[in-house]
Every structure is written in C-alpha cells, then in structure tokens.
C-alpha cells in the first residue's frame, strides 16, 4: 500500500507527540503519587511534633509514664487531640470518650497492646495510631504496638533538661487510607483524560500542519514533472530562506540551464542545416547545370565543385572532431614538448601566406628560454594553425599579427594580437561558440563554419588550459592562451 509523504508526516509528528504524552503521563502519575505520599508524611511528622509536646506535657504534670500503661486510654485519647481542631470540635466529648473506650477495650481483647505491627490486622498498621510508638528513658515500650522498626527516627521527649522518653513513627510506604485512594484515583484519570485531549489536539494540529509543509514539496514535485515533459520555461515561486527554498532555486537554475540548452539545441540543428545546406545546394546548382547542358563539365566547373566538396568536407570534419570532444573520445598522445618551438613552427609554416595578403607577421619568442610543457604536438599544431589562419582570413591587407610567448612562473602564456577589423566587447565573449561568426567584415564569405576557435577551446581545456578574447592594441583581435608548464600526466 503506498502511503503519501502528507499521511507519512502525520503519522510521524502524531507519534512523536504520543510518546511525549505517553511519557509525562508515566512521570506525573509518579511524581504525583511519590509526592502525595511525601505531603501525608510530612503532614503526620508534624502532627508527632505535636503529640511530642502533648506528652511532655502529660508527663511533667504526672511525673511518669504509668498512666499511660494503666489506661491505655489516655494514649489514644492523646494521639486524638494532635487532630485538627475542626475534627476534634466535630465531635461532642462524651461520645468521643466512649469511643475510646470502647477501641482501648476491643484492643485489650485483641491483644493489641502487645502484638506487633507485622502481626496487626490487614489495615490496622497503616493507621497513624498503629505507627506510632512510645518508649521511656531505657528505650522500653510505654505505648504503641510491636517492637521499634530498625528504620524509625525516634524523637526525644524532655523534661526539665532531662530525655525522659522516645517518640517514634514509621513512615508510610504507600496510601492506604481511601479517601486518599480516591483522590489519587480522581487525580489519575483527570491526567489519562488530559493526555486524551493532548493527543486528540495534537492530531487536530499535525494533520493541517503536515498538509501546510508537504504543500511546497507538492509544487515542486509537478514543476519537475513539467520539466521532464519538456516545459524547460516552467519556474518554482522561491520560499523562505530554507532548505525547499534553496530545492526551489536549485531547480529554476535547472530549468534555466535546460532551456538555455534547449535553445542552443534548437539553434545547432538549424546552424548545421544551414550550413550543410549552402554547399550542397551549390554543389546541387552546378550539377543540375551540367545535367541541362547549360554548363560544360569542363576543369573550371570540376575546379568549383571540388572547392564545395572541400568546404563540405571540413564542416563534416568539424563537427566530428567537437562529437568526440564531447564524449571524451578525441585522442591525445601527450609527452614533454618546447611550446616555444611548437610555436615557431605554426608561425613559420603560415610565413608565405601572410606574405601574400601583405600582412606583416611578427613572433616574439623567448630564445634561450625553452618552456617545456607536457602536450599532445599535434593537437596544439592544430590550435595554433586555426587561430592563425583565423587571423589570416580576417585582417584586412596591410594589417599586422603579433605572436608573442610568456613564461610567468608555472604558466605559459601566448597572445596572438591582429589588426583591424575588430567586434563588438558583446560578440567577443561568443567568439568560441560553435558555429557562431560575427557579421561583420569577419564573415562566413571568406569560409570558415565558426567551429575552429570551438575545436581551439577544446583542445586547451584538455590541456588544463585557459583561452579567451580582448580587444587587440592593434584594433583587432587579441586571443590570449595560458597552459601549465607542468601538466597532467594522465
């Protein structure tokens, strides 16, 4: 049976709040009856203190303790006077007397002036008459029935500075008298009955309360459903400053990323089709001529239709080289290299060519200063002669290209800084998108699907390198590039 996570929370907070109540209802039942008995023996130690002064007074005025021996009742008419005066007033003297009398008479019967406290009736050596003993100066029994219990704290009766005798009272164990017993009873289930209603107001309050919090979970739960069917706009309204509040900025900055990665999904599907489209409708125009016979196959059309199937051929290669970067499957073949030299290659190898448009190419490399860095040869070949031909394609005749190399502590930097024509700071920073160009003087009329600086930012990434574009000092482009002079070696 599959249980909500509302009903889940109930049961939990409602559980938690019946072992609390569970738990204090124990505790008060027993503090209230510990406490309850303490009340009543503390109430019954004063009533001895008061019986204490009775008998000194008793004794000073006869001088000894044999009236108490004689009649024993006169000892339980003493322990009657240490009563509250609203008890003893209750009550007319003659028939208290009698009454007296007539217990000190059914206990001489009984024997009760001599038995012990463990050989009294069921009920009897609970009784504040029964738990009270009276011994002379030589501790032997006055009055009071059985022996001295080992556990009784004997108080001592004076008389004109001189102990003429012990007061002594066993201390209650538990309530036996039974308007105690009610009271305790009435006290117990006035608690049950509270812990009853505490239960009830605590579901009362636990089930709105488990609604309330599982309610943003809820919201949260169908955003996410909607983001998995596609809706990547969809948002969640952020919350307090919690932890569903940073679940809820969590998944907006989701759904922000799936749509950005929606869009530029959507906008590679329509680049690359713009782009596979351009040569093969060239290359469809050129053979539909010929097919009419309104163009010969002679070498100049050969010659265009090769150039298109070339064009064709390094966008393919272009978009399977960043296919493997993606999945982590383009090659590197590392080992220790002279960035320097690598470099002087490049820029020699595109010598003639810069010759030609009358662009001035300078290298300003270190000359005794090798810096060693742990790359792939070829790959950094192929980043280099990108940016260069970048360059090529790019500046305007006349113009001017520095290549500069840095060793700055543990790094390696190299610039590349051309000359007029420059972008915009906004387009710079998309520079290393794929397939994006600037329109503008560096346009796709001079070739070129904008993925070589993409395969560039590839390649230096794998090489725990940075690469990025400023404004050139020149006017126009400065590719700045920072690789470790000890890399990875893995």
């Known amino acids: 049976m599959k249980l909500m996570i509302k009903y889940r929370l109930f049961l939990a907070m409602l559980t938690a709040t019946g072992a609390v109540v569970i738990c204090m209802f124990l505790i008060m039942q027993w503090s209230i009856g510990r406490g309850f008995l303490a009340y009543v023996n503390t109430i019954e130690k004063e009533r001895v203190d008061k019986l204490a002064q009775v008998l000194e007074q008793s004794y000073a005025a006869r001088g000894s303790w044999e009236f108490l021996r004689e009649d024993p009742v006169q000892w339980f008419s003493l322990i009657d006077s240490t009563l509250p005066r609203e008890l003893i007033g209750a009550e007319p003297p003659e028939r208290r007397e009698r009454r007296m009398a007539r217990r000190a008479e059914a206990l001489k019967e009984r024997g009760f002036m001599s038995l012990t406290t463990q050989q ?46 012990y007061l002594g009272l066993l201390p209650r164990l538990r309530l036996t008298d039974r308007h105690q017993l009610v009271f305790m009873q009435q006290q117990q289930l006035a608690m049950a009955l509270i812990a009853v209603v505490m239960l009830l107001v605590s579901a009362a309050i636990s089930l709105p309360l488990a609604n309330r919090l599982v309610h943003p979970i809820k919201k949260l739960a169908a955003s996410l459903h909607r983001l998995a069917s596609g809706a990547f706009e969809t948002r969640v309204a952020v919350g307090p400053l919690d932890e569903l509040g940073q679940l809820a900025r969590d998944v907006n900055t989701l759904a922000f990323s ?69 999945i982590g499957a383009l090659s590197y073949r590392k080992s220790d290299q002279d960035l320097a030299q690598l470099l002087d290659d490049s820029v020699g190898s595109f010598g003639t060519e810069f010759e030609q448009k009358g662009i001035a190419l300078v290298a300003e490399l270190p000359g005794n200063l090798p810096c060693r860095i742990f790359a792939d040869p070829i790959r950094l070949q192929q980043l280099f002669d990108n940016i260069l031909d970048n360059s090529l394609k790019y500046t305007d005749p006349g113009g001017r290209l520095v290549v500069r190399l840095e060793c700055q502590g543990d790094r390696a930097l190299v610039t590349l800084a051309d000359s007029a024509p420059g972008v915009t700071p906004e387009e710079l920073g998309r520079l290393f998108d794929r397939l994006y160009r600037v329109e503008s003087s560096r346009n796709r009329a001079l070739g070129g699907a904008g993925l070589g600086l993409a395969i560039c930012k590839s390649i230096v990434e794998a090489h725990e390198g940075t690469i990025d574009a400023h404004p050139s000092p020149l006017g126009g482009i400065q590719i700045r590039i920072e690789l470790p002079l000890t890399g990875s070696r893995t």
């Open 120 to 165: 009294l009736p069921p009920h009897a050596p609970h009784r504040f008459e029964s738990r009270v003993i009276l011994l002379d100066a030589s501790h032997r029994r006055v009055a009071g029935a059985g022996r001295v219990p080992e556990r009784v704290t004997l108080k001592q009766l004076s008389h004109d500075d001189t102990v003429v005798g």
């Open 258 to 326: 799936l749509e950005k990665n929606e869009q530029a999904r959507r906008l590679w599907v329509a680049d690359i089709s713009h782009e596979l489209r351009t040569p093969l409708s060239i290359l469809r125009g050129e053979i539909e001529a010929i097919q009419d016979g309104v163009r010969e196959a002679g070498p100049e059309t050969m010659r265009s239709l090769h150039a298109e199937v070339m064009r064709l051929s390094r966008l393919v290669d272009d978009l399977y080289q960043l296919s493997l970067c993606d």
